[in-house]
């Protein structure tokens, strides 16, 4: 297990998790319900952590699934979406995708704070497995830190994200995030080319 998931499995275990905030952040509420919204269709949820956006996403007519490593962040979303129609999370591995059970194609895949801390290493197959299940047109919507800043230096740089989702995604858009200096949330959009 790297030390990245042990980090998390300790900061999950003693409570100290400030961005578990149990509020859908205003970007991601814009995307669903504001003047430009998304058709409603399937969701992916990569790093969902306790399931806020999940719920949120299925409560907004979305067949919505979230993925986390965290056995205790899943374990807090089940309960979370239990009574919740069209929800369901997963315990497994962002960058392993075709060992879960999340069938393409959706039409957006969101992700709050997860791909900037996998590995650099881990980083196409994570590209590679969110294009597999995306159809043409789908949105991918990518909340990151700036490269080299924030918690651990955890962080990625907008050319890192263009380059990554290569061929398979183009940038329509970046939202400057608040904190930290640097972050950033990121729209690509699925181009209809093959995985």
């Known amino acids: 297990m790297s030390w990245r998931r042990l980090l998390f499995r300790w900061l999950y275990r003693t409570g100290r998790t400030p961005w578990d905030t149990n509020v ?5 509420v814009d995307l669903i319900e504001g003047r430009e919204a998304l058709v409603v269709g399937r969701a992916l949820d990569l790093g969902c952590g306790t399931g806020t956006n ?14 986390d490593a965290e056995p205790l962040a899943v374990e807090r979303a089940e309960e979370k979406i239990h009574d919740t129609a069209n929800a369901r999370v997963l315990l497994g591995d962002v960058t ?6 999340v069938p393409g194609p959706f039409d957006l895949v969101l992700d709050i704070g997860c791909f900037h801390g996998i590995e650099p290493s881990r ?6 497995g969110v294009a597999d299940r995306t159809r043409p ?3 991918l919507f990518v909340f990151a830190f700036g490269a080299g800043t924030g918690f651990l230096s955890v962080g990625i740089s907008g050319s890192e ?11 329509v858009g970046r939202i400057p995030g608040k904190q930290p200096p640097g972050a950033a949330w990121f729209r690509l959009e699925r181009l209809e080319v093959s995985s």
Do not use: N
Not at 55 to 64: P, S, V
Not at 123 to 128: E, F, I, K, V
């Open 54 to 67: 999940v719920r949120y996403l299925a409560e907004h007519g979305w067949d919505a699934t979230g993925v």
């Open 96 to 101: 392993r995708l075709s060992s879960l059970d």
């Open 137 to 139: 047109g789908a949105a």
């Open 123 to 128: 980083r196409d197959a994570y590209a590679s």
């Open 161 to 171: 994200i263009a380059h990554r989702f290569e061929p398979w995604f183009r940038p």
């Open 24 to 28: 859908t952040p205003p970007e991601v």
